[in-house]
């Protein structure tokens, strides 16, 4: 995994060279003020872009760790100059404005744009935003650790509860591996893990999307929110999205998410459109999600038979708000249905959900039947319970 990044302020560094570019005098020297607190970096002040936009990006990412830009002032050279810099891995693009606009953010953003800072600056924003960019000029000396560990959550139908179940494995595994851990929400267009963790993003899996050619470790930790468990989210859009990602975004966000956590834990709704994606590598461990009714009981067969025949513990089967006492099948019919034997069963506690929906707090960080289950998943996911073997070397939930 990366090291954390060091303060850039350390006077054992080499200096960041640090190009300062804003039209607008006294916007420019608050944030050239605000940078002189750092006499780690080199300063060079520009008070206008220059006409030829196209080669200032070539001779900035050259001579400069990091392009800091006015973006009020002449908003469509700076969107020329974001997407020119977007192309050079080395340099670290930030970009500054008086308004809070997230429209602006985000088209800046997608240009290339690793940061968006407000005046007045926030020294603590400011420090962190360092930080990120020292850590971006460290980061191709560095050999890329171990791949962190998949888990993809799909569901055999909409309402099957996938969501509820990976955020709370996902907050489990954070937090009993001690590991750093990712839930990215892909079941789009209508995914709802931050509603469910009872969070609040700014940004979202869309803006990692739109351009995947520019995403890296240091553009991701700039997008995820962190719960207050520790665990790091990467949220669906607040807006409906008409336009599904490319394979194409979904490998690269995959392979980036890799390299920067220990556990990456995909909520992937029911959209088995993705099932040609890496999110279903043989390297990923599969947990397909269902209740015993006849529609769930179909799909998962026809599912299973289509995509997973081969596949052994690297595909879990969790029957969801499971309640024998209400089963229209038995046990012999459900395992013909499903191929194999379920390794999970989640109960149905109806006066646990009541309680995660009335106070906003995941179902996990409480004691009931269904936190239980969810913790031993987790668990058993990261290693720290022994596996249980059944006649096919399935896992085997005790009760």
């Not at 001579?63 to 020119?84: F, M, N, T, W, Y």
């Not at 995941?362 to 987790?378: E, H, K, L």
Request: net charge neutral; proline share 6%; hydrophobic share 45%.
């Amino acid at each position: 995994m990366p090291q954390a990044p060091r303060d850039p302020a350390a006077q054992d560094e080499t200096p960041l060279t640090v190009a300062l570019l804003g039209p607008n005098e006294e916007h420019r020297k608050a944030v050239a003020l605000a940078l002189s607190a750092y006499p780690n970096l080199q300063l060079h002040e520009f008070s206008t872009f220059p006409p030829n936009v196209e080669r200032l990006h070539q001779r900035l990412a050259q001579q400069h760790d990091i392009v800091i830009i006015d973006a009020d002032a002449e908003p469509d050279r700076a969107l020329a100059l974001a997407e020119g810099l977007g192309t050079s891995g080395h340099t670290y693009l930030m970009a500054y404005s008086v308004r809070v606009d997230m429209r602006l953010a985000v088209r800046l953003m997608r240009a290339g744009a690793r940061e968006f800072l407000t005046l007045p600056l926030d020294p603590i924003e400011l420090a962190a935003a360092l930080r990120r960019a020292s850590a971006h000029r460290e980061a191709p000396s560095q050999e890329a650790g171990p791949a962190g560990r998949v888990f993809v959550f799909l569901g055999t139908k909409g309402g099957c509860g996938v969501t509820t179940l990976a955020s709370n494995f996902a907050l489990a595994l954070a937090q009993e591996s001690n590991r750093n851990t990712l839930l990215i929400d892909l079941g789009l267009p209508l995914g709802d893990v931050a509603i469910n963790l009872g969070m609040v993003n700014e940004y979202s899996v869309a803006t990692a999307l739109q351009y995947p050619n520019r995403l890296d470790a240091n553009m991701l930790s700039s997008i995820v929110v962190k719960h207050r468990s520790g665990l790091s989210v990467l949220a669906a859009p607040g807006e409906l999205e008409e336009k599904q990602p490319a394979k194409e975004a979904i490998d690269e966000l995959l392979a980036v998410s890799r390299q920067s956590f220990d556990y990456v834990v995909i909520d992937a709704g029911s959209r088995v459109d993705m099932m040609l994606s890496a999110l279903f590598d043989v390297s990923s461990t599969v947990y397909l999600v269902a209740q015993v009714g006849i529609s769930e009981m179909r799909n998962a067969n026809r599912i299973i038979s289509k995509y997973f025949t081969t596949r052994d513990k690297d595909l879990q089967i969790v029957l969801n708000r499971y309640k024998p006492s209400d089963l229209l099948f038995d046990e012999t019919q459900i395992t013909k249905a499903l191929t194999r034997p379920a390794q999970w069963k989640v109960p149905d506690d109806y006066a646990a959900a009541r309680r995660t929906r009335e106070t906003a707090t995941p179902m996990v960080m409480g004691d009931s039947s269904v936190a239980q289950t969810i913790r031993q998943m987790a668990k058993t996911a990261a290693g720290l319970l022994p596996e249980k073997n059944g006649k096919k070397g399935f896992f085997r939930f005790l009760r």
